[in-house]
């Protein structure tokens, strides 16, 4: 069963514009991370945010959390076309090593 | 260089084949695992391992199984190959969580 909801499915920006990409879920979570994956290859890890935190930043990426509404958002600023891929969200639910991922969000930034 | 490694990249089974999933990480992990995704879906656990000599089932266990090997490596067997098995498969290691888990650059299987 899938916790995470990405939104929108599919974004498609002008290079060097803001990318912002939504993440819901269901329950309550020990953290939150954010994965991109590019076609055809494995997921690559972008940023974990946990539950007591509300924002976090990593170069051109910001995340916050809001656990009342149960929602994240990624935001990639000032975009390049190598962001181009898919960006999915995984919830830690009870700390048993497993995380819960959402479909996905595919970004296309156009050159 | 470090990371996750697969074999073999690309497969395709006849239904009723055997197969095995080969998974080796390199970063003392102790946590491995395997998914499954399929378009328009995220990712699905299969098996996982916590530890070494250690296995679980995951959201998905049904028509394989796995070995945790040694603390590298974690295999995936198919013992009898069905179409709804047609998937790529991932594996992933972390060191525990909350941290973020290093994933394989997949195989492509093809079940016809």
């Known amino acids: 069963s899938q916790q995470g909801e990405e939104d929108p499915q599919a974004l498609s920006i002008q290079e060097g514009e803001n990318a912002t990409m939504n993440c819901s879920y269901k329950?309550?979570?020990?953290?939150l991370q954010w994965y991109r994956q590019n076609s055809g290859r494995g997921l690559v890890h972008l940023i974990l945010i946990r539950s007591n935190e509300r924002e976090k930043h990593s170069g051109r990426l910001r995340v916050t959390l809001d656990t009342s509404k149960k929602s994240s958002s990624l935001l990639i600023t000032a975009s390049r076309a190598a962001d181009t891929a898919s960006y999915f969200c995984a919830t830690d639910v009870d700390s048993n090593y497993q995380l819960i991922w959402g479909a996905g969000t595919k970004l296309i930034i156009k050159p | 260089n470090a990371g996750v490694t697969q074999t073999p990249k690309f497969q395709v089974l006849k239904t009723g084949q055997s197969m095995t999933l080969q998974c080796a990480q390199d970063m003392n992990h102790n946590s491995m695992y395997w998914y499954r995704q399929d378009p328009g879906m995220g990712l699905r656990l299969i098996y996982y391992?916590?530890?070494?000599?250690?296995?679980d089932k995951g959201e998905v266990p049904n028509g394989y199984n796995v070995s945790r090997l040694n603390k590298r490596e974690f295999s995936l067997r198919l013992e009898s190959a069905a179409p709804s098995q047609t998937s790529v498969y991932f594996c992933?290691?972390?060191?525990?969580?909350?941290?973020?888990?290093?994933f394989g650059s997949g195989t492509r299987l093809t079940v016809v």
């Open positions: 992933a290691s972390s060191e525990s969580l909350p941290y973020g888990y290093t």
């Open positions: 391992s916590a530890s070494e000599g250690t296995t």
């Open positions: 329950t309550s979570i020990n953290n």
